[in-house]
């Protein structure tokens, strides 16, 4: 294969740029989702499950458990809020039987 100089290019070579691989990063973020299934899953089991939790520590460990989420995924907020808030919502009116 001709050495091409600075100038030239060979538009069919492939470009020798090294970020992930996709199925690295697909993987990267599975495992991140994985994670965060599995903390949201215990907040609500322990809000369920936990007669001694006061309404305080509840939304407490609900706002900690939004702010690790937005850690992991950055500008998800609305993912978020579409996906999470209902079922904590939801949670909270039956544990503490409000509204």
Do not use: C
């Amino acid at each position: 294969m001709p050495q091409l100089s600075t100038t030239q290019q060979d538009h069919n070579a492939p470009v020798s740029v090294t970020p992930k691989p996709a199925d690295e990063t697909t993987k990267e973020e599975q495992r991140l989702i994985r994670r965060l299934q599995l903390m949201m899953n215990l907040v609500m089991q322990t809000i369920a499950q936990d007669s001694s939790l006061t309404i305080d520590e509840a939304s407490q460990m609900i706002a900690d458990a939004r702010s690790a989420a937005l850690a992991m995924f950055p500008g998800k907020e609305l993912a978020y809020d579409l996906i999470w808030r209902p079922r904590f919502q939801r949670l909270m009116r039956e544990r503490f039987r409000l509204n």
